[in-house]
């Protein structure tokens, strides 16, 4: 199992940006398909966002597109999502996921993923 640390969260009004950020220090990223997932309580994990591997595919919900940037930066070996325009129902808890490209699933699915991070608190509010 990879070990991958999430940053970047924080309380944000409603509008407002935040950037998440996804890195692993023993490996490389490049290899893998990244996967944002948000649980907030009471509910069930939703996956955000993806990116592949090589492909360089991404796929969001449907209810942050055109909000939510997923994006790679290779050398300093980190995943970022970026989120603008934010909503209070954004608020969750933020988990990055990582798994070697699968040849069956959706990324926006959690068993897609066999390596998963700490996890990074979102609040939306005034």
């Known amino acids: 199992q990879l070990q991958l640390v999430e940053s970047g969260g924080g309380l944000v009004q409603p509008g407002g940006s935040l950037r998440l950020s996804c890195a692993a220090s023993e490996v490389t990223l490049d290899y893998y398909v990244i996967g944002w997932f948000r649980q907030a309580p009471g509910k069930e994990r939703e996956g955000v966002s993806c990116?592949?591997?090589?492909?360089?595919?991404?796929n969001y919900a449907d209810s942050v597109k055109g909000r939510f940037t997923i994006s790679r930066d290779y050398a300093k070996n980190t995943v970022y999502l970026q989120m603008n325009s934010l909503k209070p129902e954004d608020t969750a808890i933020y988990y990055c996921?990582?798994?070697?490209?699968?040849?069956?699933?959706?990324?926006?699915?959690?068993?897609?993923?066999?390596?998963w991070g700490q996890g990074t608190q979102v609040t939306v509010s005034s």
């Open positions: 990116i592949g591997s090589s492909d360089g595919s991404t």
């Open positions: 996921a990582a798994e070697p490209p699968r040849s069956w699933g959706s990324c926006l699915k959690s068993p897609y993923f066999g390596s």
